[in-house]
Nanobody, 119 residues
Framework: QVQLVESGGGLVQAGGSLRLSCAAS????????MGWYRQTPGKQRELVAA???????NYADSVKGRFTISRDSAENTVYLQMNSLKPEDTAVYSC?????????????WGRGTQVTVSA
């Protein structure tokens, strides 16, 4: 089993910053990717940012230049630094970790953390 512990969500005014973190523990053989997704009521979950094993990153167009994803491979932790937050960034942010098992791939989700940006 794999456990993901997220932290860092909260309430912030527009223009402010928050830093999310997600620590993975348990039966981890090899992490292929770590990322953050977000979802608001009535909408599909969308990718915010992800970092692959080789360090390459991928961002949603709406957050490019404002959010930065990083990872601590030794601690199996991924961070999302969110700057210049906008009310439309309000959502539940969930961590996802993609793992390589023996012969197959799988992924795990965190419970999610609420980010609320007030105007």
């Amino acid at each position: 089993q794999v456990q993901l512990v997220e932290s860092g969500g909260g309430l912030v005014q527009a223009g402010g910053s928050l830093r999310l973190s997600c620590a993975a523990s348990g039966s981890i053989f090899r992490i292929n990717s770590m990322g953050w997704y977000r979802q608001t009521p009535g909408k599909q979950r969308e990718l915010v940012a992800a970092v692959a094993r080789d360090g390459s990153t991928n961002y949603a167009d709406s957050v490019k230049g404002r959010f930065t994803i990083s990872r601590d491979s030794a601690e199996n932790t991924v961070y999302l630094q969110m700057n210049s937050l906008k009310p439309e960034d309000t959502a539940v942010y969930s961590c996802n970790v993609g793992l390589q098992r023996s012969g197959y791939k799988t992924s795990y989700w965190g419970r999610g953390t609420q980010v609320t940006v007030s105007a």
